[in-house]
């Protein structure tokens, strides 16, 4: 059977097969050939250009479900850009050949907590995934709500940080954060650096706490203005707070690790007044002991953020097109589509202390579709 990629694809058809990675259980990961899809009225299909790794794609993974976006023997992956292949009927904004950036979600903007400004926690959230694949069906909600066009000179794995990045967005607005607030973000996986990054362009004086040697350097090249190891202290509480305007404790605290003793340090590195938003998703089931007495008279605010809307989707894509943003640092790797499997296995196990692991990768449909200056170098040399 032909290949897909090259067959020649149109309004009308695109082919019989492709290659796409289906979830068939815990850390089960298979490539298979899969019905292409086809664009039915208001939808588009797109040739993937690139595809991204996530924190949440490994967890999915790890725990062979996510209990909003993905069960078993599904199509996988939710941060992609690509071109338009196919045009359902009734789609107006975008033609054959165009460069967009889907979203990986679509409120309904009917229900009860869409009228409240809360889109993110729709009663009917539409998730998409797929991304791990040739080619993605783009179902109508999302492409009249939340996929947008990517200009030119923007590459597909560039546009495709957007949707992390609008989690964080959105977290830091949820936060009343503005410039000049002193904040600690808790730990420098992906999300974390994001938040790093997103902070220190918006004007705020960023402290960054890691569990990691290389994650030092790396926390500094993306904005923080200093930087902690655990590891290194005897009490990081105290530790962090010392770093603070006065000792303290921090306006905002973002917890990005997603285990109870951060829950409970984040709270702890807080000021008097202070909000600590516990970013990070624990398990279901996870419980975690604070204390109410440094809570309650310490009037801290605690809260927690979950996804993005169209409006955070937005001002992320600005912000990761716009030239202060430094999207290649956090692509740190390429793999093909049939390599991805090996790529989730090796993020399950992290290297030694001193070997910097991979932020994100860059997933393309085969190595002549990788482009050649995209390396993990760059950090080490401005570290």
Known sequence: MASAAHQTVGPQTLGLTMRAAVLRGQEDLRIEDVPIPTAGRGELVLRVGAALTCGTDLKVYRRGYHAKMLTLDRLFGHELAGTVVQVGGGVTTFS???????????????????????????????????????????????VEKNTLHIPDTLPFEFAALTEPLACVIRGLEESNS??????????????????????????????????????????RHFGAEQALRISDVPDPVAAARSLTPEGRGADIVFEAVATPEAWQWAVQMAR????????????????????????????????????????????????????????????????????????????????????????KTAIFLDASSQPAALTASTIEEHA
């Open 96 to 142: 054959l050949g165009d460069r967009v950036l889907p979203l990986n979600s679509a409120p309904c903007d009917a229900c009860f907590f869409c009228q409240n400004n809360q889109q993110n926690l729709c009663d009917d959230l539409l998730f998409n995934n797929g991304a791990y694949a040739e080619f993605i069906r783009i179902p109508a909600r999302i």
């Open 178 to 219: 503005s410039a000049g607030q002193t904040v600690i973000v808790l730990g420098a996986g992906p999300i974390g650096l994001l938040f790093i990054q997103a902070a220190s362009l918006l004007g705020l004086h960023v402290i960054a706490v890691v569990k990691r040697k290389d994650q030092i350097a790396t926390a």
């Open 272 to 359: 008097k007044g202070g909000l600590v938003n516990l970013f990070g998703g624990p398990p279901s089931g996870t419980s975690v002991s604070l204390d109410t007495n440094l809570i309650h008279y310490s009037d801290l605010t605690l809260k927690a953020s979950f996804h993005h809307t169209p409006a955070t989707a937005r001002r992320a894509f600005e912000l990761v097109a716009s030239d202060r943003f430094q999207a290649q640092d956090f692509l740190t790797g390429t793999a093909t589509i049939e390599d991805l499997p090996n790529v989730f296995r090796r993020m399950l196990t992290r290297p030694a202390d001193g070997i910097a692991p991979e932020i």
